[in-house]
């Protein structure tokens, strides 16, 4: 249960089930390619490592002091 | 009750003539904060099929939605503090209806709230025990940066582990499952700007709003504590309505169960007390 509760609030979980499709819908809007790659897979890349780095540093936008 | 009353009364006198003036704004039905919060949650539900069906364009309902949500915490206040209905009346259910619906665009659960809340009433500004603490910061700027950019979210949790609440925790984990998994399935149904620019952005924009004018400001600089003290009046450049009528917050927390709408009214009448108890009352 615990391990359940830290995955659905973890960056990770946020990156993959918000902001992918979030990143892959704007690049659609503004008609953005990324070469051969398709849009979801380099929303997929940009959003996780974005999570990562969130999960990495305990937070989206700064290192809590 | 003059002037002249006030400056020489005893102690058990002042006391006395301050319950007195807090007592005619106690036990009105808010119902004003009633139709605030159930309507105020009914416009932003509406404002999903509106931009969903292309009725209203999305910019125009993040906006609706930014203040809709920043509007929503207010009724749920009061219904914390069991304005509408105390506990045992029969409108009791409706209390804690307003309570709960009133804050869904929030995603918060009322009874974390309220629970938190009374913990802040009883210990605000002791750095160990405000749940609300955390927001102190010298300036606006350094509020902000601190909200946005190192935000401490474990400190409702860790309060109502203290006071032994983890039923009303596992509550606010629900809500919060709830949100993100709405969240996540909008987003992966091709909803995803909506979903963001309706709730999530909005949200934040407006839990930093309603942070700085309940938590910050009438708080700062945060450093006293003591029932005459740990609150100041402030006149805000935005006016009463627009710092969400937190100019006479220290009415609320001298007297929690005088409604809102009536906190303006009842600081009127207790200003000389309050000036001769030395509280800061800013230049309001």
Known sequence: ?65 | MTSADVHTASAAELDAMERRIAARFMHIFPWRMVLWGIGNCLLWLSLWPLVLKGVLPLWLGFVLATLTIALSYLPSHDAQHNIIARRGHRLRWFNEFVGYFSVLPLANSFRVLRHTHYEHHKYANEPALDPDYDVHAKNTWQFLLRHFAAPNLDRYGETLQRIGRTDVLMEGILFNAAYLLILFTLAWSGYALEAALLWWLPRHLALAYIRYYLSWMPHHPGEATGRYRDTRAFKSRLGNIGSLGMQYHIVHHLYPTIPLTHTPAAYRALKPILERRGCDLGNL
Do not use: E, H
């Open chain 1, 1 to 65: 249960m615990q391990l359940l509760i830290n995955w659905i609030f973890s960056p990770i979980a946020f990156s993959i089930g918000f902001l992918t499709p979030l990143i892959a819908q704007i690049c659609a809007t503004l008609d953005m390619q990324f070469g051969s790659l398709p849009v979801l897979a380099a929303s997929l890349l940009i959003a996780v490592t974005l999570g990562v780095v969130a999960q990495v540093r305990g937070n989206w936008l700064w290192q809590r002091p």
